[in-house]
């Protein structure tokens, strides 16, 4: 069994720790910014399992939909999370910026969002994370 490239195992920990950020920016109320580092999260997190596990360069792209298809359907995941991929992916530029779709991001972005984001990209990095535990 081939080990996982170390440069996959990089990419896991960057989604670990932008995971970490979107819970600490949510806890001071800068609940754009925690839809942000979510949608970072899961986007590392499916480019270290395409990476890892697939041996495969990512196309270069943030829509996390086409990412998870990139994935050829390897990652299982429950419906709540990929019935929220669309919209987590969404917060890469709607979260940043006033003219995506918001006027206002960093007032109108909602906790109640911000708390649905980190969730589901907890589960996208837990369950790449065990895929590759398993190969490691």
């Not at 995506?100 to 996208?124: D, E, F, H």
């Amino acid at each position: 069994m081939r080990r996982v490239r170390t440069e996959a195992l990089n990419w896991l920990e960057e989604a670990r720790a932008d995971l970490r950020h979107a819970s600490q920016v949510h806890r001071i109320g800068s609940h754009n910014w925690a839809c942000f580092a979510a949608e970072q999260a899961a986007e590392k997190a499916l480019k270290a399992f395409l990476i890892g596990i697939l041996r495969k360069r990512p196309i270069r792209t943030h829509d996390l939909t086409t990412l998870h298809e990139q994935t050829r359907r390897k990652l299982k995941f429950p419906s709540s999370i990929l019935n929220g991929l669309a919209e987590l992916s969404a917060y890469y530029t709607v979260a940043r910026y006033p003219n995506a779709g918001l006027n206002r991001p960093s007032v109108s972005i909602t906790s109640t969002q911000a708390k649905s984001a980190i969730r589901i990209a907890g589960g996208i990095v837990a369950v790449v994370q065990r895929e590759i535990a398993k190969k490691s």
